[in-house]
């Protein structure tokens, strides 16, 4: 079956292409055209489902009114949060969203970047899996880039993060006030800014608390099995560790396993910190002390950023890092 087309539709209806885009781009008013004409072709549009061409649009106004969203993986529930709080925001502005899935891989990053510039969007926003900020900033010269969770150390990309190295001394902290002095941490990929920067709050905490030397970091990826095996291979040894910090909610739930699979109680063998916070996390026996991100600011703010930038609009701060919370719950003992 033949597309619809505005060329099909004036033949059909009598009237001329021009006069069916206006109507059907709600110009009609502007031109003055009839409402019993108006009304006419909107029946037919919607009588054989016309679907206008969003790229043919962008080459009449610039404009696709569609973003792209890459995130690296839409089976961690941080960032399928992350982009539902971003579909939500789009879609009362009157954008479509277009989300690819990375896999933690920059070679997929970059070919999804490319298909979302073929396909005109008006912008992007991203959670990069790379540590060279190069190609989105090339990116940033065709379309407007803004950088979600993560962001990289020096460039001019607009970003809205975490203050991750906060969070993680504060959940270290916690842990030290408790008590503890072996503290495994268990990091996610290691280029991740915000990994890196969880990993310097902990040995900043260790420092200043005088425990340097206990500090210990482990693990090269936010997943589960990142977690599952770090911490069965930290609960092998002889002098294992106190407490684990888990520097997001899959390695957590890795870790979680492996304590289990131990036949250990938590916190009464060992305690449990995690980076991310979820409902889940207090339905969990017991409940899980985690350092709580402002995931729904996180996704409004780099919208508010990235519209901004659409509209040509500069000014104010555009590169932020908004405070977490440490969320106390039944997970740490005191020693």
Do not use: W
Not at 93 to 116: A, C, H, P, Q
Not at 251 to 261: C, D, F, H
């Amino acid at each position: 079956m033949s597309k619809e087309t505005l060329i099909s539709i004036a033949q059909r209806t009598g009237f001329s292409v021009s006069t069916v885009s206006r109507v059907l781009s709600g110009q009609a008013a502007k031109y003055r055209i009839s409402e019993k004409t108006v009304a006419l072709i909107a029946r037919e549009a919607e009588r054989c489902n016309y679907t206008p061409s969003l790229l043919a649009k962008g080459l009449r106004t610039s404009r696709t009114d569609t973003l792209g969203l890459l995130i690296p993986s839409i089976d961690n529930p941080y960032f399928a949060h992350i982009a539902s709080i971003i579909v939500h925001e789009a879609r009362a502005k009157g954008y479509k969203v277009i989300l690819i899935d990375t896999s933690e891989d920059e070679r997929n990053e970059r070919e999804g970047v490319r298909s979302l510039l073929s396909r005109k969007v008006d912008g992007i926003l991203i959670a990069p899996a790379g540590d060279d900020p190069a190609f989105l900033e090339a990116t940033a010269r065709q379309t407007p880039v803004v950088c979600i969770d993560r962001h990289f150390a020096k460039t001019s990309l607009p970003y809205v993060v975490t203050d991750n190295l906060r969070g993680g001394r504060e959940a270290t902290q916690h842990l030290i006030d408790r008590g503890h002095r072996r503290i495994l941490c268990i990091q996610g990929v290691r280029h991740s800014i915000p990994s890196a920067d969880r990993v310097r709050g902990y040995r900043q905490a260790l420092e200043d608390n005088g425990l340097s030397a206990y500090a210990r970091v482990t693990g090269d990826g936010f997943s589960i099995r990142n977690g599952y095996e770090q911490t069965l291979r930290a609960l092998h040894v002889r002098q294992r560790p106190t407490a684990i910090f888990a520097l997001s909610n899959t390695i957590l739930l890795g870790a979680l396993k492996a304590v289990r699979e131990m036949k250990l109680r938590i916190p009464d063998d060992i305690s449990l910190v995690s980076f991310d916070n979820y409902d889940y996390l207090d339905y969990l026996d017991p409940a899980v002390t985690r350092v709580g991100q402002p995931s729904d600011e996180i996704g409004a703010q780099a919208m508010e950023i990235l519209l901004q930038r659409i509209a040509g609009e500069t000014g104010g701060e555009e590169q932020r890092r908004l405070p977490p919370s440490l969320i106390v719950c039944r997970s740490v003992r005191k020693l």
